[in-house]
């Protein structure tokens, strides 16, 4: 890979609070797990990280550009960001869509589900958070449908 994109990856397209789940593929098949970019030289890149397969953090590297093969972000990465990474708006992929509240299973046709509450800005990459948040609306749906059955039965 060449320096100039290197440098262009982590200072401009892969947000800094990703790099700690970027990783270096080298070409002898090794891979480093970067915690932070200290610098970056003529011939390497300086980096705070580890060695992919340990837990020994912290360490220095001094990566020569030409050894590496390609660059990884461990974690599952969205359509919808990777096009931001490169500045285009506006995509919304299948898995955003998947996300967005529908009416529950089992939901009489006249009722309807509690509206949903957004789940915090901070967080919309988040895959937990994403995953909490539909967990949460679906809790509040059933809660809402036994209410309301069980106000129906109750009587006059």
Known sequence: MRKEDCIDLLTKRI??????QVNFCLANGMV??????????????????RE?????????????????????IERIVRMGELK?????TGYVDAEDRLTTPATPAGTPAGTQAPPATPAPAANANDPA???KQNLLNRIRAARANVAGSSSKLGGS
């Open 84 to 88: 931001k990474m490169w500045g285009e």
């Open 15 to 20: 947000p800094e609070d990703t790099h700690p």
């Open 129 to 131: 958070a994403i995953a």
């Open 52 to 72: 992919g397969g340990t837990s020994d953090e912290g360490r220095a590297f001094f990566l020569p550009y030409d050894q590496i093969t390609y660059i990884r």
């Open 32 to 49: 480093l797990s970067m915690d932070a970019v200290a610098r970056f030289e003529e011939q390497y890149v300086v980096f705070r990280g």
